[in-house]
Protein backbone atom coordinates (compact mmCIF):
# COMPACT_ATOMS: atom_id res chain seq x y z
CA UNK A 1 0.00 0.00 0.00
CA UNK A 2 2.95 2.04 1.06
CA UNK A 3 4.36 1.57 -2.52
CA UNK A 4 0.99 2.05 -4.25
CA UNK A 5 1.07 5.43 -2.83
CA UNK A 6 4.37 6.94 -3.31
CA UNK A 7 4.19 6.45 -7.15
CA UNK A 8 0.90 7.91 -7.31
CA UNK A 9 2.54 11.25 -5.04
CA UNK A 10 5.42 10.65 -7.57
CA UNK A 11 3.02 11.67 -10.22
CA UNK A 12 1.02 14.44 -8.45
CA UNK A 13 -1.62 12.04 -9.15
CA UNK A 14 -5.19 12.83 -6.76
CA UNK A 15 -7.24 9.84 -6.88
CA UNK A 16 -10.36 11.62 -5.70
CA UNK A 17 -9.88 13.98 -8.63
CA UNK A 18 -12.93 14.62 -10.95
CA UNK A 19 -11.04 15.88 -13.83
CA UNK A 20 -9.93 12.28 -14.75
CA UNK A 21 -12.91 10.35 -15.30
CA UNK A 22 -14.20 13.67 -16.70
CA UNK A 23 -11.20 13.31 -18.85
CA UNK A 24 -11.76 10.03 -19.90
CA UNK A 25 -15.13 10.80 -21.10
CA UNK A 26 -14.29 13.36 -22.91
CA UNK A 27 -12.02 11.68 -24.90
CA UNK A 28 -14.35 8.76 -25.48
CA UNK A 29 -16.99 11.48 -26.98
CA UNK A 30 -14.05 13.12 -29.04
CA UNK A 31 -13.03 9.52 -30.28
CA UNK A 32 -16.10 9.05 -30.93
CA UNK A 33 -16.76 12.16 -33.16
CA UNK A 34 -13.61 12.21 -34.50
CA UNK A 35 -14.54 8.63 -35.71
CA UNK A 36 -18.19 9.61 -36.95
CA UNK A 37 -17.96 13.34 -37.90
CA UNK A 38 -14.71 15.07 -36.56
CA UNK A 39 -14.16 17.37 -34.83
CA UNK A 40 -13.37 16.04 -31.67
CA UNK A 41 -10.89 18.91 -30.47
CA UNK A 42 -13.22 20.88 -30.03
CA UNK A 43 -14.60 19.32 -26.94
CA UNK A 44 -10.85 17.78 -25.18
CA UNK A 45 -9.62 21.24 -25.95
CA UNK A 46 -11.96 23.91 -24.20
CA UNK A 47 -12.26 21.62 -21.63
CA UNK A 48 -9.03 21.24 -20.47
CA UNK A 49 -8.62 25.09 -20.71
CA UNK A 50 -12.08 25.26 -18.22
CA UNK A 51 -10.33 22.73 -16.14
CA UNK A 52 -7.15 24.87 -15.10
CA UNK A 53 -4.74 24.53 -17.23
CA UNK A 54 -3.02 27.01 -19.43
CA UNK A 55 -4.01 27.51 -23.15
CA UNK A 56 -0.30 25.94 -24.62
CA UNK A 57 -0.83 23.34 -22.24
CA UNK A 58 -4.00 22.44 -23.24
CA UNK A 59 -3.07 22.12 -27.11
CA UNK A 60 0.35 20.36 -25.99
CA UNK A 61 -1.64 17.43 -24.12
CA UNK A 62 -4.67 17.25 -26.41
CA UNK A 63 -1.73 16.02 -28.83
CA UNK A 64 -1.36 12.21 -26.94
CA UNK A 65 -4.74 11.98 -28.02
CA UNK A 66 -4.56 12.78 -31.25
CA UNK A 67 -1.44 10.76 -31.75
CA UNK A 68 -3.12 7.74 -30.16
CA UNK A 69 -6.26 8.03 -32.41
CA UNK A 70 -4.12 8.13 -35.74
CA UNK A 71 -1.33 5.37 -34.72
CA UNK A 72 -4.52 2.93 -33.91
CA UNK A 73 -6.47 3.72 -37.39
CA UNK A 74 -3.05 3.63 -39.31
CA UNK A 75 -2.44 0.35 -37.54
CA UNK A 76 -6.02 -0.81 -38.85
CA UNK A 77 -5.57 0.45 -42.04
CA UNK A 78 -2.48 -1.41 -42.66
CA UNK A 79 -4.09 -4.94 -41.03
CA UNK A 80 -6.44 -5.00 -44.11
CA UNK A 81 -4.15 -3.89 -46.69
CA UNK A 82 -4.69 -0.59 -47.51
CA UNK A 83 -1.81 2.22 -47.86
CA UNK A 84 -0.91 4.24 -49.96
CA UNK A 85 2.98 4.50 -49.57
CA UNK A 86 5.38 6.37 -50.01
CA UNK A 87 2.56 9.40 -51.17
CA UNK A 88 1.39 9.86 -47.39
CA UNK A 89 4.77 10.11 -46.02
CA UNK A 90 6.24 12.53 -48.10
CA UNK A 91 2.85 14.77 -47.04
CA UNK A 92 3.17 13.28 -43.44
CA UNK A 93 7.50 14.58 -43.38
CA UNK A 94 6.45 18.38 -45.73
CA UNK A 95 3.39 18.04 -42.51
CA UNK A 96 5.76 17.75 -39.85
CA UNK A 97 8.01 20.95 -40.68
CA UNK A 98 5.01 23.01 -40.32
CA UNK A 99 3.40 21.53 -37.37
CA UNK A 100 7.15 22.50 -35.92
CA UNK A 101 6.68 25.97 -36.74
CA UNK A 102 2.84 26.21 -35.92
CA UNK A 103 3.36 24.12 -32.48
CA UNK A 104 5.98 26.90 -31.69
CA UNK A 105 3.77 29.74 -32.52
CA UNK A 106 0.79 28.54 -30.34
CA UNK A 107 3.53 28.18 -27.14
CA UNK A 108 4.69 31.67 -28.21
CA UNK A 109 1.44 32.75 -28.17
CA UNK A 110 -0.81 34.78 -25.50
CA UNK A 111 -3.16 32.48 -23.86
CA UNK A 112 -5.89 35.19 -23.84
CA UNK A 113 -5.45 35.43 -27.46
CA UNK A 114 -5.11 31.83 -28.24
CA UNK A 115 -8.44 31.20 -26.69
CA UNK A 116 -10.26 34.26 -28.59
CA UNK A 117 -8.57 32.17 -31.75
CA UNK A 118 -9.61 28.92 -30.72
CA UNK A 119 -13.51 30.48 -29.96
CA UNK A 120 -13.49 31.20 -33.85
CA UNK A 121 -12.09 28.34 -35.37
CA UNK A 122 -14.62 26.15 -33.26
CA UNK A 123 -17.42 28.22 -35.14
CA UNK A 124 -16.27 27.81 -37.99
CA UNK A 125 -15.82 24.09 -38.13
CA UNK A 126 -18.83 23.24 -36.50
CA UNK A 127 -20.48 25.23 -39.21
CA UNK A 128 -18.25 22.87 -41.62
CA UNK A 129 -19.38 19.96 -39.67
CA UNK A 130 -22.90 20.99 -40.33
CA UNK A 131 -22.96 22.19 -43.43
CA UNK A 132 -19.84 20.20 -44.96
CA UNK A 133 -19.81 19.69 -48.71
CA UNK A 134 -20.88 15.91 -49.43
CA UNK A 135 -18.18 13.78 -50.37
CA UNK A 136 -19.02 11.11 -53.26
CA UNK A 137 -16.98 8.56 -55.15
CA UNK A 138 -14.87 9.82 -57.90
CA UNK A 139 -13.30 7.02 -61.06
CA UNK A 140 -10.50 8.84 -62.05
CA UNK A 141 -6.69 8.58 -62.06
CA UNK A 142 -4.45 9.50 -59.20
CA UNK A 143 -3.07 12.58 -59.40
CA UNK A 144 0.08 11.47 -57.15
CA UNK A 145 3.34 12.49 -58.96
CA UNK A 146 4.93 14.93 -60.94
CA UNK A 147 3.20 18.64 -61.03
CA UNK A 148 0.64 17.45 -58.00
CA UNK A 149 2.80 15.69 -56.06
CA UNK A 150 5.10 19.59 -55.56
CA UNK A 151 1.33 21.10 -55.47
CA UNK A 152 0.58 18.47 -52.73
CA UNK A 153 3.87 19.13 -50.61
CA UNK A 154 3.23 22.78 -50.50
CA UNK A 155 -0.13 22.28 -49.32
CA UNK A 156 0.24 19.94 -46.53
CA UNK A 157 3.76 22.79 -45.30
CA UNK A 158 0.93 24.73 -44.76
CA UNK A 159 -1.79 22.23 -43.19
CA UNK A 160 0.84 21.04 -40.85
CA UNK A 161 1.36 24.57 -40.15
CA UNK A 162 -2.69 25.14 -38.33
CA UNK A 163 -1.96 21.29 -37.40
CA UNK A 164 0.67 22.16 -34.97
CA UNK A 165 -0.85 25.41 -33.91
CA UNK A 166 -4.39 24.39 -32.56
CA UNK A 167 -5.37 21.19 -34.95
CA UNK A 168 -9.43 21.21 -34.85
CA UNK A 169 -10.86 20.38 -37.60
CA UNK A 170 -8.22 19.64 -39.82
CA UNK A 171 -9.27 16.68 -40.81
CA UNK A 172 -11.55 17.78 -43.03
CA UNK A 173 -9.72 20.13 -44.63
CA UNK A 174 -6.99 17.04 -45.15
CA UNK A 175 -10.29 15.11 -47.27
CA UNK A 176 -11.41 17.41 -49.15
CA UNK A 177 -7.69 18.13 -50.73
CA UNK A 178 -6.96 14.35 -50.83
CA UNK A 179 -10.29 13.88 -52.52
CA UNK A 180 -10.84 16.17 -55.10
CA UNK A 181 -6.99 17.12 -55.43
CA UNK A 182 -5.28 14.17 -55.68
CA UNK A 183 -8.07 11.97 -56.44
CA UNK A 184 -8.16 9.58 -54.08
CA UNK A 185 -11.21 7.26 -53.31
CA UNK A 186 -12.40 7.81 -49.86
CA UNK A 187 -11.03 4.50 -48.42
CA UNK A 188 -7.40 5.95 -49.47
CA UNK A 189 -7.98 9.47 -48.32
CA UNK A 190 -9.01 8.23 -44.30
CA UNK A 191 -5.73 5.46 -45.27
CA UNK A 192 -3.84 8.71 -46.20
CA UNK A 193 -5.06 10.78 -43.63
CA UNK A 194 -4.11 9.10 -40.36
CA UNK A 195 -0.60 8.74 -41.39
CA UNK A 196 -0.25 12.06 -42.22
CA UNK A 197 -1.46 13.34 -38.66
CA UNK A 198 0.61 10.70 -37.49
CA UNK A 199 3.80 11.78 -38.82
CA UNK A 200 3.09 15.52 -38.29
CA UNK A 201 1.79 15.28 -34.57
CA UNK A 202 5.03 13.83 -33.43
CA UNK A 203 6.72 16.58 -34.48
CA UNK A 204 4.00 19.22 -32.38
CA UNK A 205 4.49 16.69 -29.37
CA UNK A 206 8.36 16.73 -29.72
CA UNK A 207 7.82 20.80 -29.66
CA UNK A 208 5.04 21.22 -26.66
CA UNK A 209 7.16 18.61 -24.85
CA UNK A 210 10.98 20.15 -25.26
CA UNK A 211 8.84 23.40 -23.92
CA UNK A 212 7.69 21.68 -20.56
CA UNK A 213 3.96 22.22 -22.27
CA UNK A 214 2.44 18.80 -21.49
CA UNK A 215 0.42 17.32 -18.90
CA UNK A 216 1.31 13.98 -18.97
CA UNK A 217 -1.80 12.58 -16.37
CA UNK A 218 -4.21 14.53 -18.15
CA UNK A 219 -2.81 13.23 -21.52
CA UNK A 220 -3.01 9.43 -20.53
CA UNK A 221 -6.59 10.05 -19.30
CA UNK A 222 -7.82 11.96 -22.49
CA UNK A 223 -6.03 9.53 -24.54
CA UNK A 224 -7.52 5.79 -23.19
CA UNK A 225 -11.10 7.94 -23.74
CA UNK A 226 -10.23 8.86 -27.07
CA UNK A 227 -8.63 5.13 -28.12
CA UNK A 228 -11.97 3.46 -26.42
CA UNK A 229 -14.37 6.05 -27.65
CA UNK A 230 -13.05 5.47 -31.07
CA UNK A 231 -13.16 1.56 -31.12
CA UNK A 232 -16.71 1.66 -30.56
CA UNK A 233 -18.02 4.02 -32.67
CA UNK A 234 -15.99 1.90 -35.47
CA UNK A 235 -18.80 -0.22 -34.98
CA UNK A 236 -21.71 2.31 -35.20
CA UNK A 237 -23.50 3.91 -37.89
CA UNK A 238 -23.01 7.17 -39.07
CA UNK A 239 -26.33 7.69 -40.11
CA UNK A 240 -27.59 6.76 -37.05
CA UNK A 241 -26.13 9.06 -34.99
CA UNK A 242 -24.60 11.28 -37.03
CA UNK A 243 -27.47 14.07 -36.25
CA UNK A 244 -27.35 13.53 -32.61
CA UNK A 245 -23.52 14.47 -32.85
CA UNK A 246 -24.07 17.72 -34.95
CA UNK A 247 -26.93 19.01 -32.34
CA UNK A 248 -24.43 18.03 -29.69
CA UNK A 249 -21.61 19.58 -31.35
CA UNK A 250 -23.52 22.68 -31.63
CA UNK A 251 -24.53 23.64 -28.50
CA UNK A 252 -21.22 22.76 -26.71
CA UNK A 253 -19.51 24.71 -29.42
CA UNK A 254 -21.64 27.84 -28.72
CA UNK A 255 -21.32 27.85 -25.02
CA UNK A 256 -17.48 26.98 -25.28
CA UNK A 257 -16.80 29.79 -27.72
CA UNK A 258 -18.86 32.66 -25.73
CA UNK A 259 -16.94 31.32 -22.65
CA UNK A 260 -13.20 31.27 -24.51
CA UNK A 261 -14.19 34.68 -25.85
CA UNK A 262 -15.51 36.75 -22.67
CA UNK A 263 -13.90 34.86 -20.03
CA UNK A 264 -10.65 34.44 -19.90
CA UNK A 265 -9.76 34.55 -16.39
Do not use: C
Not at 239 to 250: N, Q, R, S, T
Amino acid sequence: MVSILYIYNVFDLDLFSWHYPLLVLAGFIAGFINTMAGGGSLITLPLMIFMGLPSAVANGTNRIAIFMSAFSATAGFKSKGVSNYPFNVYLGLSGLIGALIGAQIAIDIKGELFNKILAIIMIIVVLIIVFKPKIDSIQVTERLKGKHLLISLLAFFFIGIYGGFINAGIGFVIMLFLHYYNRLNLIKVNATKVVIVLIYTTGAIFTFAIAGKINWIYALFLASGNFLGGWVSSRWSVKKGEKVIKLFLLIMVFIMSVRLWFFNN
